[in-house]
Structures are given as structure tokens and as C-alpha cells.
């Protein structure tokens, strides 16, 4: 299994990104997957995550409203569009693959990429 995450980089406040999490070596449209992050000195936290077939969506309260997980079963692509940008959203973004219970659990994640950074400057 390899999960490649892109699309990070530095953009101002209030600015967008759009992550991408390209999947491979797994039935990718079988899986819910999963967006988390991890800023400087704190523990990993969940942001978002959506079922195998787009059909629902979860978000931390921190991001709903702001940010839109969505999916490309044909290209095996997970997308985190994220809006209205703070400077607490700086973080190594993760997607994951989600292998049980509940969605906002690190430990229900098996498979993790490798990191993407964000980086929010105000």
C-alpha cells in the first residue's frame, strides 16, 4: 500500500489548497479514507474523512464549514479542499486509510502517507 499526499505549501490567511492523496497497491473504492494532521508539538488529529463511495463525510468542528473532503474512485484519489485559511490550520497534513469503528480515531487507521505541509502565514 502507498499513499501519496501533494499539495501543501505556504499561502497567507484567508487563502485556499487543495491536497491530493494518490492511492495504490489496495482496492482504493473499497476503503473510507481519512485526513489528519499534526502541527509542531502537538499530537495527530483528525480533520476529515469520507466513505468508500463519497457517500458521507466527517469533519473536526475546527474545519467544518471551511474545508471539503472528497474522492476520484477512478484515479484513486482522495482531495482535502481547504478554504478560509488560519494560522492554527499549519500543520503535516496525513491522509490514511480507515480500516474500522470510529472515524476521528488515529487507531482506526492502518495505512498513512507520507506528509504534506501546510503552512498558513498571517
Known amino acids: 500500500v502507498q499513499l501519496q499526499a501533494s499539495g501543501g505549501g505556504l499561502v497567507q490567511a484567508g487563502g485556499s489548497l487543495r491536497l491530493s492523496c494518490a492511492a495504490s497497491?489496495?482496492?482504493?473504492?473499497?476503503?473510507?479514507m481519512g485526513w489528519f494532521r499534526q502541527a509542531p508539538g502537538s499530537e495527530r488529529e483528525f480533520v476529515a474523512a469520507?466513505?468508500?463511495?463519497?457517500?458521507?463525510?466527517y469533519y473536526a468542528d475546527s474545519v467544518k464549514g471551511r474545508f471539503t473532503i472528497s474522492r476520484d474512485n477512478a484515479k484513486n484519489t482522495v482531495y482535502l479542499q481547504m478554504n478560509s485559511l488560519k494560522s492554527e490550520d499549519t500543520a503535516v497534513y496525513y491522509c490514511?486509510?480507515?480500516?474500522?469503528?470510529?472515524?476521528?480515531?488515529?487507531?482506526?487507521?492502518?495505512?498513512w502517507g507520507q506528509g504534506t505541509l501546510v503552512t498558513v502565514s498571517s
Open positions: 490514511a486509510v480507515f480500516v474500522g469503528g470510529r472515524h476521528y480515531s488515529t487507531a482506526n487507521y492502518r495505512y
Open positions: 469520507i466513505t468508500y463511495n463519497g457517500g458521507s463525510e
Open positions: 497497491g489496495y482496492r482504493f473504492s473499497h476503503y473510507d
